[in-house]
């Protein structure tokens, strides 16, 4: 298996801009996760996906950010209109877990998209 | 919700020497704790976690503790190389199942 994919790599844009991330969990996997790293905050859960099904937002910054889950292999990360703070790394990850609840399985990460809104 | 606290943010030991990191964390259902390490540029990884049925978890030159009445657990590297230099960061699952809290980080310096 290739591994959790992202893309962009970079992205860099201007603000005002509408930004959108993709990631393409390992086949079998059936957990997502999208995290923004910074240096001041360290590596923060934005949403979490569970067979395609959104369980937790609550890191989500604001209503500028969105995420989208349409398919088991497949997933969107868009900020609209993006904002210099937004300027971060975005990892996705993805996981097999067995059972809903406190059976957390090894996160797998892509390789990043970072992203400077200038 | 969770909350992990890790400790030393930069840590540089001379190659050779040991090297301990410790975190903290505040919700007592939390019983998984993984460590993930972070080289330059890439993506997290992991490299070794423990349940909370366990103690102590060693593979070959890293080791994890947990004490679960305290609420903190530790990894330990022995015998440092300069290829563990990379930021490493502690997680705990909190009680909302599933989802990992990370500690802020250390960056592991190892000097030859």
């Known amino acids: 298996d290739a591994g959790v994919i992202q893309s962009p790599r970079h992205e860099v844009t201007e603000m005002g801009q509408e930004v959108t991330l993709r990631c393409k969990p390992i086949?079998?996997?059936?957990?997502l996760f999208w995290y923004r790293q910074t240096m001041m905050r360290g590596l923060e859960l934005l949403i979490y996906f569970n067979n395609n099904v959104p369980i937790d937002d609550s890191g989500m910054p604001e209503d500028r950010f969105s995420a989208k889950m349409p398919n088991a292999s497949f997933s969107t990360l868009k900020i609209q209109p993006s904002e210099p703070r937004d300027s971060a790394v975005y990892f996705c990850?993805?996981?097999?877990?067995?059972?809903?609840?406190?059976?957390?399985?090894?996160?797998?990460f892509g390789e990043g998209s970072r992203l400077t809104v200038l | 919700g969770e909350n992990v606290e890790q400790h030393p943010s930069t840590l540089s030991v001379q190659e050779g020497d040991s090297a301990v990191i410790k975190c903290t964390y505040s919700d007592s259902a939390s019983n998984y704790f993984p460590w993930y390490k972070q080289e330059l540029g890439k993506r997290p990884q992991l490299i070794i976690d423990i349940r909370s049925n366990v103690g102590e978890k060693k593979d070959q030159r890293i080791a994890v503790t947990l004490n679960k009445t305290a609420k903190h657990f530790s990894l330990h590297i022995t015998e440092t190389q300069p290829e563990d230099s990379a930021v490493y960061f502690c997680?705990?699952?909190?009680?909302?199942?599933?989802?990992?809290?990370f500690g802020g980080g250390t960056r592991l310096m190892v000097k030859p």
């Open positions: 990850a993805s996981s097999l877990i067995i059972a809903l609840v406190k059976n957390t399985g090894e996160l797998f």
């Open positions: 086949s079998g996997h059936n957990s």
């Open positions: 997680a705990a699952e909190g009680n909302a199942g599933n989802m990992l809290t």
